[in-house]
């Protein structure tokens, strides 16, 4: 678990609190924290650019995040995070239409999914169960699944409309 001092930055988004960690200049994770954890400013030059660079897609889904990453994970997880870059503002997959694309389960996609440790720059919530939202950060309720909402209605998906394009 992160301490307040693994953080380089803490702000205040539309979602909450987010920890920003980074390697060296990339980011290494964003972390949900807690609406008591204290803001903090950018600790460097890297981290501001982290933060404009949230900012702007708060203001605009569009914006196209340019930061280096720093992702920890299997060779199996870069692939899934790779392949979730690739999907379009405004569009979601299946976990099972991701799966076939990568020739592999829509249950190792969503273990994939879970295990993002840069959730927006890496946009996980554009993975959607064949009925409903599926989960969000390992979760299927609660405040991961109202973040996952408030994302895909941030760039103008309503799983409603999302399940029909997909039907």
């Known amino acids: 678990m992160a301490t307040?001092?693994?953080y380089r930055a803490v702000i205040t988004t539309p979602l909450g609190r987010i920890g920003i960690r980074m390697t060296g200049e990339a980011v290494s994770a964003l972390d949900y924290l807690s609406a008591d954890a204290?803001?903090?400013?950018?600790?460097?030059?890297?981290?501001?650019?982290?933060?404009?660079?949230l900012e702007a897609y708060f203001?605009?889904?569009?914006?196209?995040?340019?930061?280096?990453?720093?992702?920890?994970?299997?060779?199996?997880?870069?692939?899934v995070w790779a392949a979730l870059q690739t999907i379009p503002t405004g569009t979601v997959l299946t976990y099972g239409q991701l799966a076939r694309q990568l020739d592999t389960a829509a249950r190792a996609i969503g273990g994939a999914c879970r295990s993002n440790p840069v959730p927006i720059l890496v946009p996980c919530h554009?993975?959607?169960a064949r009925q409903g939202l599926g989960g969000y950060a390992g979760e299927v309720g609660?405040?991961?699944l109202e973040i996952k909402h408030w994302l895909l209605r941030h760039e103008g998906v309503t799983v409603e409309r999302a399940h029909r394009k997909l039907a």
């Open 126 to 128: 554009r993975v959607v």
């Open 38 to 53: 204290p803001e903090r400013g950018p600790a460097d030059t890297a981290t501001r650019a982290v933060i404009e660079q």
């Open 142 to 144: 609660g405040d991961p």
């Open 4 to 6: 307040a001092n693994d």
């Open 59 to 79: 203001r605009d889904p569009h914006h196209r995040f340019t930061v280096p990453l720093t992702l920890a994970g299997s060779a199996f997880q870069q692939r």
